[in-house]
């Protein structure tokens, strides 16, 4: 083989490999939902907070078993001591060491209560970490439609300097044959350049857009989106009743409230359960050595006890707590209150907007299809010196306004898909 068939055959391989790295990922939205659930700091925040709800659990569950310990202990006296007969009253030294078993319960269950409002407060925080997700998945997937927004401008305005350079070059070759003043084609000079500043304006939007994205989705480098087809199952008439009545069904933050109502209720029959006593039983099992030994020493002891404890008087800290506990679940009650009616709000806003949406797209659609028509008709006037050049500027402004309001429009009304999926709770569904 020649070293001249070698060197490209090398220069082929390399440029492969670079191709292959140079070429940017592509995500669709499902992509970025996936990864973000995998790599935002908030909602592993909200993970470890239910992992900490579940460790409580433990917590709390532990108090339910006796605790079993252990004890031991070296007595070195200063002297010996003996009584007249030379028994021995008080050993050189004392060894003892044994088992303890305790357990404390209170008469009015206050532990059994504590473990309940444990396991009450996981399923809470198990439906907070679900409200987190689906606010990140909503702000992931506003973050996609503003870029694919944002591309869209960029097409529009290129689309826009392409058919003003085309107008401008119709208007230096009128200028030339005498049809058309020198007005003419410093007009459309002057709406070129303008054309040209919007595009580069949209190019860095783009760029802005993205790179909020990536921080969002916590992705790296160089990457491209591709657009996701809407599914039509969302696309049907919906009724802002029914819509409502899912939300309040459905809503993470909702079963959230839920579940802190019925944990403030409970507490109150937790503190309350303070002025019940409370029952300890212990039992021992101890031995015991001396040196020298007495003849009245017991080397072996098992023993048990039961006590029963009562604080009758505690300067009125009980009957704070209640009125505390009480004070608190009533405040449960006043937010739960209060964000069911932000809810529905929400709701309400959310539907107006898809139906908003829904409704002017066709209507946009329409308009954009009647823009083009009116601008090559009146492009093809200007070349035979039909119309002036001022037509031909308002044809094209009417064009370029069509194309941004309806590329707004179609991915405001995708968006709005997603928006009423929030705030009916059912955004996590699809994933």
Do not use: C
């Not at 200007?382 to 094209?396: M, R, T």
């Not at 991915?411 to 898909?417: E, K, M, T």
């Amino acid at each position: 083989m020649s070293i001249a068939r070698l060197s490209i055959i090398i220069f082929l391989i390399s440029f492969l490999i670079y191709s292959t790295h140079a070429v940017a990922q592509e995500y669709s939205l499902e992509d970025l939902q996936r990864i973000a659930l995998e790599r935002a700091e908030i909602i592993k925040l909200s993970e470890e907070e239910l992992f900490i709800s579940e460790i409580q659990k433990d917590k709390a569950k532990s108090a339910l078993f006796p605790t079993l310990s252990t004890f031991a202990g070296y007595t070195k006296y200063i002297d010996e001591k003996r009584s007249p007969a030379g028994a021995v009253i008080q050993p050189d030294h004392s060894i003892s060491w044994g088992l303890r078993l305790d357990q404390a319960m209170s008469l009015s269950g206050r532990e059994i209560t504590a473990f309940a409002i444990a396991k009450e407060n996981i399923e809470k925080k198990r439906y907070d970490l679900e409200a987190v997700k689906e606010e990140y998945l909503f702000n992931v997937s506003n973050g996609y439609y503003n870029v694919l927004r944002a591309k869209g401008s960029v097409e529009i305005a290129k689309a826009n300097v392409d058919r003003l350079i085309r107008h401008r070059d119709a208007a230096a070759i009128r200028l030339k044959v005498g049809e058309v003043t020198k007005t003419d084609l410093l007009r459309a000079e002057a709406e070129l350049s303008g054309a040209r500043s919007d595009l580069v304006i949209a190019e860095n939007n783009l760029k802005l857009t993205k790179a909020l994205l990536a921080r969002i989705v916590g992705i790296n480098g160089d990457f491209n989106i591709k657009e996701t087809a809407q599914k039509k199952e969302i696309i049907t008439d919906y009724n802002f009743r029914a819509l409502k009545e899912k939300a309040l069904t459905m809503r993470p933050e909702i079963i959230s409230m839920k579940h802190q109502k019925k944990i403030t209720e409970n507490r109150i029959a937790y503190t309350k359960g303070a002025y019940w006593p409370t029952v300890s039983i212990e039992g021992v099992f101890m031995r015991r050595d001396e040196s020298p030994a007495s003849p009245f020493l017991i080397k072996e002891n098992i023993y048990g006890g039961i006590r029963l404890n009562f604080p009758f008087f505690e300067g009125g800290r009980r009957k704070a707590e209640v009125k505390e506990a009480e004070a608190l679940h009533r405040q449960a009650n006043l937010i739960y209150e209060d964000l069911k009616k932000t809810v529905g709000l929400e709701v309400k806003d959310a539907y107006l907007d898809f139906q908003t949406q829904k409704g002017v797209l066709k209507s946009l659609k329409d308009r954009l299809t009647f823009a083009k028509d009116n601008f090559n008709s009146v492009s093809r006037q200007y070349e035979f010196g039909l119309v002036s050049s001022i037509d031909v500027i308002d044809a094209n402004t009417l064009l370029l306004t069509s194309e941004r309001q309806l590329t707004s429009a179609t991915y405001g009304y995708q968006l709005s898909i997603l928006r009423l999926k929030r705030v009916t709770g059912t955004l996590l569904e699809n994933l």
